[in-house]
Protein backbone atom coordinates (compact mmCIF):
# COMPACT_ATOMS: atom_id res chain seq x y z
CA UNK A 1 0.00 0.00 0.00
CA UNK A 2 1.14 3.61 -0.70
CA UNK A 3 1.49 6.64 1.19
CA UNK A 4 -1.53 7.46 3.59
CA UNK A 5 -2.41 10.41 1.62
CA UNK A 6 -5.57 11.61 1.48
CA UNK A 7 -6.82 11.02 -1.65
CA UNK A 8 -8.89 14.04 -1.61
CA UNK A 9 -10.87 16.19 -4.37
CA UNK A 10 -13.90 17.87 -2.83
CA UNK A 11 -15.24 20.51 -5.15
CA UNK A 12 -14.71 22.94 -2.51
CA UNK A 13 -11.08 21.56 -1.45
CA UNK A 14 -12.65 21.22 1.65
CA UNK A 15 -10.57 19.55 4.04
CA UNK A 16 -11.98 16.60 6.52
CA UNK A 17 -12.09 18.44 10.09
CA UNK A 18 -9.65 15.68 11.61
CA UNK A 19 -7.13 18.29 9.31
CA UNK A 20 -8.65 21.57 9.87
CA UNK A 21 -11.33 23.38 11.94
CA UNK A 22 -14.73 22.77 10.68
CA UNK A 23 -15.61 25.90 11.95
CA UNK A 24 -18.16 23.20 14.41
CA UNK A 25 -18.16 21.80 17.46
CA UNK A 26 -17.80 17.97 17.83
CA UNK A 27 -21.18 16.07 18.57
CA UNK A 28 -24.49 16.38 17.22
CA UNK A 29 -25.42 19.09 14.70
CA UNK A 30 -28.51 20.87 14.18
CA UNK A 31 -31.62 20.06 11.85
CA UNK A 32 -30.72 16.08 12.62
CA UNK A 33 -26.71 16.80 10.99
CA UNK A 34 -24.13 14.91 12.58
CA UNK A 35 -20.17 16.59 13.43
CA UNK A 36 -17.26 15.09 13.18
CA UNK A 37 -15.64 13.06 15.97
CA UNK A 38 -12.28 14.18 16.28
CA UNK A 39 -11.02 10.74 15.19
CA UNK A 40 -13.17 10.50 12.77
CA UNK A 41 -11.65 13.30 10.21
CA UNK A 42 -15.22 13.91 8.60
CA UNK A 43 -16.63 17.05 7.93
CA UNK A 44 -20.28 18.41 9.32
CA UNK A 45 -23.02 16.61 7.67
CA UNK A 46 -26.65 15.86 7.51
CA UNK A 47 -27.69 12.45 7.09
CA UNK A 48 -31.17 13.09 6.53
CA UNK A 49 -30.62 15.45 3.60
CA UNK A 50 -30.14 12.90 0.92
CA UNK A 51 -33.30 11.12 0.82
CA UNK A 52 -35.30 14.12 1.53
CA UNK A 53 -37.89 15.88 -0.76
CA UNK A 54 -37.96 14.57 -4.41
CA UNK A 55 -35.14 11.62 -3.25
CA UNK A 56 -37.95 10.29 -0.67
CA UNK A 57 -41.01 10.18 -3.63
CA UNK A 58 -38.68 8.96 -6.13
CA UNK A 59 -37.74 6.01 -3.60
CA UNK A 60 -41.34 5.38 -2.43
CA UNK A 61 -42.29 5.04 -6.28
CA UNK A 62 -39.15 2.98 -6.86
CA UNK A 63 -39.74 0.68 -3.96
CA UNK A 64 -43.27 0.08 -5.53
CA UNK A 65 -41.68 -2.06 -8.49
CA UNK A 66 -38.63 -2.89 -6.43
CA UNK A 67 -37.56 -6.59 -7.28
CA UNK A 68 -36.90 -6.80 -3.23
CA UNK A 69 -33.86 -9.33 -4.22
CA UNK A 70 -32.98 -8.97 -0.19
CA UNK A 71 -36.25 -9.82 1.20
CA UNK A 72 -36.93 -13.49 1.45
CA UNK A 73 -33.27 -13.52 3.57
CA UNK A 74 -34.89 -11.02 6.09
CA UNK A 75 -38.48 -12.18 6.11
CA UNK A 76 -36.93 -15.88 6.94
CA UNK A 77 -34.97 -14.30 9.92
CA UNK A 78 -38.03 -12.33 11.43
CA UNK A 79 -39.40 -15.49 10.83
CA UNK A 80 -37.55 -17.67 12.75
CA UNK A 81 -36.80 -15.22 15.18
CA UNK A 82 -40.90 -14.88 16.07
CA UNK A 83 -41.61 -11.62 17.74
CA UNK A 84 -41.07 -8.01 17.36
CA UNK A 85 -38.27 -6.99 14.66
CA UNK A 86 -37.34 -3.37 13.59
CA UNK A 87 -35.90 -2.18 10.31
CA UNK A 88 -33.63 0.70 10.87
CA UNK A 89 -33.43 3.31 8.16
CA UNK A 90 -36.68 1.82 6.93
CA UNK A 91 -37.05 4.50 4.65
CA UNK A 92 -40.42 4.50 2.59
CA UNK A 93 -41.50 0.74 3.83
CA UNK A 94 -39.69 -0.99 0.95
CA UNK A 95 -39.54 -3.85 3.00
CA UNK A 96 -41.39 -3.26 5.69
CA UNK A 97 -44.84 -3.07 4.65
CA UNK A 98 -44.16 -6.15 2.52
CA UNK A 99 -43.60 -8.06 5.93
CA UNK A 100 -46.05 -6.01 7.67
CA UNK A 101 -49.04 -7.26 4.96
CA UNK A 102 -47.36 -10.67 5.34
CA UNK A 103 -48.20 -10.56 9.00
CA UNK A 104 -45.12 -10.40 10.53
CA UNK A 105 -44.78 -7.48 13.50
CA UNK A 106 -42.38 -5.25 12.07
CA UNK A 107 -41.63 -1.85 13.17
CA UNK A 108 -39.18 0.91 11.84
CA UNK A 109 -37.26 4.17 12.14
CA UNK A 110 -35.62 6.64 9.77
CA UNK A 111 -33.59 9.93 10.16
CA UNK A 112 -35.74 11.47 7.34
CA UNK A 113 -39.38 12.65 7.97
CA UNK A 114 -40.08 12.50 4.46
CA UNK A 115 -39.36 9.11 3.73
CA UNK A 116 -41.40 8.29 7.05
CA UNK A 117 -44.37 10.10 5.26
CA UNK A 118 -43.60 8.00 2.15
CA UNK A 119 -44.00 5.14 4.71
CA UNK A 120 -47.58 5.96 6.13
CA UNK A 121 -49.04 7.43 2.49
CA UNK A 122 -48.38 4.04 0.57
CA UNK A 123 -49.19 1.80 3.73
CA UNK A 124 -52.75 0.86 2.72
CA UNK A 125 -54.93 -0.07 5.13
CA UNK A 126 -51.83 -0.95 7.13
CA UNK A 127 -50.29 1.50 10.11
CA UNK A 128 -46.81 1.17 10.79
CA UNK A 129 -45.27 2.12 14.05
CA UNK A 130 -42.56 4.49 12.73
CA UNK A 131 -40.03 6.18 14.79
CA UNK A 132 -38.46 9.13 13.47
CA UNK A 133 -35.10 9.11 14.70
CA UNK A 134 -31.20 8.62 13.75
CA UNK A 135 -29.84 5.05 14.22
CA UNK A 136 -27.38 6.40 16.22
CA UNK A 137 -29.37 7.76 18.95
CA UNK A 138 -31.68 4.33 18.48
CA UNK A 139 -34.29 5.10 21.73
CA UNK A 140 -37.62 3.10 20.70
CA UNK A 141 -40.00 1.29 22.89
CA UNK A 142 -39.45 -2.04 24.03
CA UNK A 143 -36.75 -5.22 22.79
CA UNK A 144 -37.22 -6.91 19.45
CA UNK A 145 -36.23 -10.32 18.27
CA UNK A 146 -34.67 -9.16 15.25
CA UNK A 147 -32.95 -5.70 14.18
CA UNK A 148 -31.63 -5.78 10.94
CA UNK A 149 -30.23 -3.02 8.29
CA UNK A 150 -31.20 -3.29 5.06
CA UNK A 151 -29.90 -2.36 1.73
CA UNK A 152 -26.15 -1.08 2.93
CA UNK A 153 -27.76 1.63 5.58
CA UNK A 154 -25.53 1.42 8.30
CA UNK A 155 -22.78 2.85 6.06
CA UNK A 156 -24.62 6.23 5.97
CA UNK A 157 -23.61 7.25 9.79
CA UNK A 158 -20.67 9.16 8.80
CA UNK A 159 -18.80 9.56 12.06
CA UNK A 160 -17.20 6.22 13.80
CA UNK A 161 -18.02 6.56 17.15
CA UNK A 162 -21.39 7.13 16.01
CA UNK A 163 -21.60 4.13 13.84
CA UNK A 164 -20.35 2.13 16.96
CA UNK A 165 -22.46 3.56 19.11
CA UNK A 166 -25.24 2.47 16.68
CA UNK A 167 -24.21 -1.16 17.18
CA UNK A 168 -24.49 -0.70 20.66
CA UNK A 169 -27.90 0.91 20.46
CA UNK A 170 -29.08 -2.10 18.38
CA UNK A 171 -27.64 -4.50 20.63
CA UNK A 172 -29.26 -2.86 23.86
CA UNK A 173 -32.82 -3.20 22.28
CA UNK A 174 -32.11 -7.06 21.43
CA UNK A 175 -33.75 -9.54 23.28
CA UNK A 176 -31.26 -12.24 24.77
CA UNK A 177 -31.21 -14.58 21.76
CA UNK A 178 -32.46 -11.67 19.29
CA UNK A 179 -30.75 -10.85 16.10
CA UNK A 180 -28.83 -8.05 14.22
CA UNK A 181 -28.96 -8.41 10.70
CA UNK A 182 -27.36 -6.00 7.93
CA UNK A 183 -25.40 -5.66 4.92
CA UNK A 184 -23.16 -3.04 3.88
CA UNK A 185 -21.99 -3.04 0.30
CA UNK A 186 -18.30 -4.69 -0.65
CA UNK A 187 -16.01 -1.51 -2.34
CA UNK A 188 -14.21 -2.18 -4.87
CA UNK A 189 -11.06 0.21 -4.46
CA UNK A 190 -7.74 -1.49 -5.21
CA UNK A 191 -5.45 0.54 -2.79
CA UNK A 192 -2.00 -0.58 -4.29
CA UNK A 193 -3.03 1.61 -7.05
CA UNK A 194 -3.32 5.91 -7.37
CA UNK A 195 -6.51 6.76 -7.61
CA UNK A 196 -7.70 7.15 -11.38
CA UNK A 197 -11.19 9.41 -10.36
CA UNK A 198 -10.88 12.98 -11.24
CA UNK A 199 -13.77 14.38 -8.94
CA UNK A 200 -16.30 15.59 -9.41
CA UNK A 201 -16.94 12.61 -11.92
CA UNK A 202 -19.78 13.34 -15.12
CA UNK A 203 -23.14 13.14 -13.96
CA UNK A 204 -24.88 9.89 -14.81
CA UNK A 205 -28.47 9.88 -15.69
CA UNK A 206 -30.79 6.92 -15.16
CA UNK A 207 -34.19 6.03 -17.12
CA UNK A 208 -36.78 8.54 -16.39
CA UNK A 209 -39.11 7.98 -13.79
CA UNK A 210 -43.08 7.98 -14.72
CA UNK A 211 -44.63 9.54 -11.43
CA UNK A 212 -48.54 8.29 -10.90
CA UNK A 213 -49.70 12.03 -11.31
CA UNK A 214 -48.13 11.87 -15.04
CA UNK A 215 -44.90 13.92 -14.33
CA UNK A 216 -41.33 12.42 -14.95
CA UNK A 217 -38.57 12.35 -12.79
CA UNK A 218 -34.89 12.08 -14.00
CA UNK A 219 -32.03 11.46 -11.71
CA UNK A 220 -28.65 12.36 -11.90
CA UNK A 221 -25.77 11.49 -9.86
CA UNK A 222 -21.81 12.00 -10.01
CA UNK A 223 -19.00 11.26 -7.09
CA UNK A 224 -17.62 14.25 -5.68
CA UNK A 225 -14.78 13.15 -3.58
CA UNK A 226 -13.28 9.36 -2.54
CA UNK A 227 -10.88 9.36 0.75
CA UNK A 228 -9.21 5.99 1.01
CA UNK A 229 -7.93 6.85 4.26
CA UNK A 230 -10.92 8.13 5.99
CA UNK A 231 -12.95 5.06 3.54
CA UNK A 232 -15.64 7.77 2.88
CA UNK A 233 -17.50 8.95 -0.52
CA UNK A 234 -18.97 11.72 -1.19
CA UNK A 235 -21.50 11.86 -4.21
CA UNK A 236 -24.48 14.25 -5.33
CA UNK A 237 -27.91 13.21 -6.71
CA UNK A 238 -29.38 15.64 -8.86
CA UNK A 239 -33.62 15.05 -9.46
CA UNK A 240 -35.48 16.74 -12.27
CA UNK A 241 -39.23 16.63 -11.59
CA UNK A 242 -40.86 17.58 -15.75
CA UNK A 243 -44.32 17.92 -16.81
CA UNK A 244 -44.04 17.13 -20.36
CA UNK A 245 -41.06 18.90 -21.59
CA UNK A 246 -41.26 21.77 -18.74
CA UNK A 247 -38.77 21.54 -15.87
CA UNK A 248 -40.79 21.77 -12.86
CA UNK A 249 -38.39 21.89 -10.03
CA UNK A 250 -35.04 20.92 -9.71
CA UNK A 251 -33.40 19.63 -6.48
CA UNK A 252 -29.54 18.71 -5.56
CA UNK A 253 -29.08 16.73 -2.53
CA UNK A 254 -25.53 15.65 -1.51
CA UNK A 255 -24.40 12.40 0.01
CA UNK A 256 -21.56 10.65 1.96
CA UNK A 257 -21.06 7.47 2.79
CA UNK A 258 -18.21 5.04 4.63
CA UNK A 259 -16.73 1.96 3.78
CA UNK A 260 -16.34 -0.90 5.97
CA UNK A 261 -13.67 -3.96 5.67
CA UNK A 262 -15.19 -7.45 6.86
CA UNK A 263 -12.69 -7.65 10.28
CA UNK A 264 -13.29 -4.00 11.32
CA UNK A 265 -16.99 -5.00 11.61
CA UNK A 266 -15.70 -7.57 13.66
CA UNK A 267 -13.78 -5.38 15.79
CA UNK A 268 -17.09 -2.94 16.03
CA UNK A 269 -19.57 -5.47 16.61
CA UNK A 270 -17.21 -7.08 19.59
CA UNK A 271 -16.72 -3.31 21.11
CA UNK A 272 -20.37 -3.67 20.86
CA UNK A 273 -21.10 -6.19 23.08
CA UNK A 274 -21.43 -8.78 20.81
CA UNK A 275 -19.34 -12.45 21.46
CA UNK A 276 -17.34 -13.08 18.58
CA UNK A 277 -18.47 -16.93 18.49
CA UNK A 278 -22.18 -15.33 17.85
CA UNK A 279 -21.40 -13.19 14.88
CA UNK A 280 -21.48 -14.72 11.37
CA UNK A 281 -20.41 -13.08 8.01
CA UNK A 282 -20.96 -13.76 4.25
CA UNK A 283 -18.50 -12.90 1.79
CA UNK A 284 -20.74 -10.15 0.55
CA UNK A 285 -20.74 -8.88 3.84
CA UNK A 286 -24.02 -9.46 4.87
CA UNK A 287 -23.60 -9.63 9.05
CA UNK A 288 -25.86 -11.84 11.22
CA UNK A 289 -24.97 -11.05 14.94
CA UNK A 290 -26.99 -12.83 18.10
CA UNK A 291 -26.81 -11.21 21.70
C1 LIG B 1 -30.89 3.27 0.97
S1 LIG B 1 -32.30 3.86 1.87
C2 LIG B 1 -33.00 2.31 2.38
C3 LIG B 1 -34.45 2.39 2.77
C4 LIG B 1 -35.11 1.06 3.11
N1 LIG B 1 -34.44 0.36 4.20
C5 LIG B 1 -35.13 0.14 1.92
O1 LIG B 1 -34.46 -0.90 1.97
O2 LIG B 1 -35.81 0.47 0.94
C6 LIG B 1 -31.45 4.46 3.31
C7 LIG B 1 -32.36 4.97 4.40
O3 LIG B 1 -31.56 5.20 5.56
C8 LIG B 1 -31.99 6.42 6.16
N2 LIG B 1 -30.89 6.97 6.97
C9 LIG B 1 -29.77 7.58 6.55
N3 LIG B 1 -29.00 7.92 7.59
C10 LIG B 1 -29.67 7.50 8.69
C11 LIG B 1 -29.40 7.58 10.08
N4 LIG B 1 -28.27 8.13 10.54
N5 LIG B 1 -30.29 7.06 10.94
C12 LIG B 1 -31.45 6.50 10.49
N6 LIG B 1 -31.77 6.41 9.19
C13 LIG B 1 -30.88 6.90 8.30
C14 LIG B 1 -32.38 7.29 5.00
O4 LIG B 1 -33.23 8.35 5.40
C15 LIG B 1 -33.05 6.27 4.09
O5 LIG B 1 -34.42 6.18 4.34
Partial sequence: MGSPTIWWAHPSNEPGCGAVDCGAPSGKGGAGGWLCGE??????????????????????????????????????????????????????????????????????????????????????????????????????????????????????????????????RCREHLEPGGILAFNVFPVPINYTEPPADDFPTPWQTGAPIALPNGNRLEVSTRWTALDRTEQTWHEQRRYHLYDDAALLHAETRTGQGRWYFRNELLWMLQLAGFAPADVSTTGNLTIVATR
Fill in 39 to 168: TSGVSWYDEGALFAGLAAEQWAVSSRTDARLDAAFYRELIRSQGGRALEVGCGTGRLLLTFLAEGLEVEGCDISADMLAWCRRDAGGLTPTLYEQPMQELAVPGKFRTIYIPCGSFVLVMDRQAALETLR
